[in-house]
């Protein structure tokens, strides 16, 4: 065990953790345990917690430069991270210790723990894969920082009004954030706007019109026991000036205040799109905001340690979450070129050498787009050196005169494709699941794959077992440690061990129970939070993630109301007793979407006020999905529903939470759901639908669904119910827009898969019946999910992207 960390431990063991957050209360919090609140406690142990994590931070840091070891730079729009207090304890090893500290102060430390507001600076997978990815560097040792925006306002807060998704602003920084340090010494000045002007040295200078200040934010991530601590750091807007002198000398307080108020609205809020980008001013200054910022520090520290500025890429390894840091090529070629004097082609070289580009979908209206007039005004300098390196591009891969596809070109159409930009600017390009990877070379990045044949790896997506296993699921992570001992948190592989106890009656007994425990838990939870009564016993069916059309929760209530109808009409028909759970918010603009939140709420109103059937059939959409709720709602799964259209989830890291649970997956060849069933087998895993291929080839061929629907009596008959308002009396032409769209339209395929669909939801529920082996295909999910840990994944990417050193 590490020094310090042995010292830490002991300090804790003999009690001074108790101390420490007493001290806390006193001196940090300013009150005394008679008057302390909930939240007042809170802050205490946080910061007592987080004194812990100070000395390995700073040995961390130590060694990093004496080892003067390169660097990974995680540039991330988003990091979904959730609550910190429980999981720094976790992954400290200290929750006995905490436990009993607050016991003694007659405090609960459950009701601490989930005091904590999660940090929701994400709207989805993307952003929750970057808070995995900055776990596991730390676990696995990798010497690296996140950046990100220090949003003052992250992911709405969703309720329900009558069944319509409400959103209201979350305020998570409105209390004390207790795990960040403000670190006044790195601020940068971020220009927009403004002129360029060629100096008469042959220098190019950039003059903005306006400038912002970028101000740090760290907070500490402690790998597993503590080992190794890497750093978020997140930038926060500030004005130049407090305020304007002038106007308010006249009384214009308003206008005084004016400019930090505009300077300050870059971090004020996340934009709560997932996967649909909105071409807004806003959101280009928010992300060259943080991308310059990020690239200027690790610029200084590189500068500080070494001379040459063209070794950036032996020390500097900078991963492009999504194409939102994608103007980090240009502005890392302007401050190799206008700072540091460098000429163009080399500077391309050395700023291609340090980027990596990760693509999370293939989507072409979620590709970002710039128009290149709203470029050319905020960022002028940039636009310059976007042309440069089109052209520089077009002459390295094509000879003169011959023709380039529109396909391979940055600016096309009036835009700069940020796709085409990160793919040219840099040295790797990652997709995120084996068949997502295989579709960007086809599809997206034929042409420029073609160009650039080895840019392409694939890294598919993990989660980290810390907090999706060992975090959430404490009854099944004791009973995996009493299997195979302590070291599985670190080196999942080793559940493999378990697939020969799937046989062992006992072993499924104590399996069962663990997941018996959780249901039980979910369902006291769904009580006393939303005063809503479930079966324990009933199987539990959740698709939680952001609403989508193609992920397809339509297709799910399509299909529950299906199966109503044919309770009623065959009461002795075997169906499984379930609980259909749904969870995620909608974008606020996608109206789509949020019509689906209320035909679910509309058909669960419907369903859920039916005596005949309320013994077989419950349909629950708890709000406001987050991290935390995800926590509760995962370990106590039994089906898990992964049912994207084929091709259009580029992998999926909800499924995989599910798997390690024990939940059995119903789910489409989409995404990282094929890499499941490799692993978990054919036979305990509920795969039905078209394939990608199989979409394609029926948009080309001219998917009528009406077709569809005409051939499915099941499913004419829930279309029908719908279109004449049988759900929605109040109101029966509600749906018409949703309706028209499937019977007229339905790009995602709804119809198509739907009979596949009910077909495969039969075959769970006879699965179901057979308790013995539910539970051994259960057991066969946990134990190869070693694959899905995002260990492995920054193993991978240390390895084939980085090529850097992971060991702590
Ligand atoms: C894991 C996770 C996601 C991603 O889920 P998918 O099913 O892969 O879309 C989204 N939101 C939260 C809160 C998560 O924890």
Redesign the pocket.
Known sequence: MHGLQALARARTASGDLENAIHDHLLYSIGKTTAAASLADWRMALSRAVRDLVVDPWFETTRRIYAEDRKRVYYLSMEF?IGRLLEDAVLNLGIEDHARRAMYRFGVNYDEVVDDEPDAALGN??LG?LAACFLDSMSTVGVAAYGYGIRYEHGLFKQRFREGWQIEQPEDWLTQVHPWEFQRSESVYPIGFGGEVRQKEDGRTVWEPAETVLAAAYDTPVPGWRGRWVNTLRLWSAQATQVYDLEPFSRGDYLAAAAPAVLAETISRVLYPDDSTPQGKELRLKQEFFFTAASLRDLVRRFVAHHKDIRKLPEKVAVQLNDTHPAIAGPELVRILVDEHGLEFDEAFLVARGCLHYTNHTLMPEALERWPVDLMWRVLPRHMQLIERIDEAHAVSTHAANQPRPDSVKIIDGGNVRMGDLAFISARKVNGVSALHTDLMKRTVFRDLHALHPDRIVNQTNG?TPRRWLAGCNPALASLLTEAVGHGWETDLEQLKVIAPLADDAGFRTRFSKAKQTNKDLLTKYLKAKLDITVDPTAMFDIQ???IHEY?RQLMNILEAAAAWNEMKRNPSAPFAPRVRIFGGKAAPGYAMAKLIIKLINDIGRTVNADEETRDRLAIVYPPN???SM?EVLIPAADLSE?ISTAGMEAS????M?FAMNGALTIGTLDGANVEIRERVGDENIFIFGKTADEVTEAREQGYDPSAAIAASPRLAEVVEQIASGLFSPEDPERYRALVDNLRGHDWFMVCADFDAYYAAQREVDAAWADKNAWARSAVLNTAPMGWFSSDRTIRGYAKDVWEVDARV
């Open positions: 979904l989805g997978g929750r989660v939680i993630k952001r992920k999905y987050n991290v995800a992964q999926g890291t909800g499924n939470k």
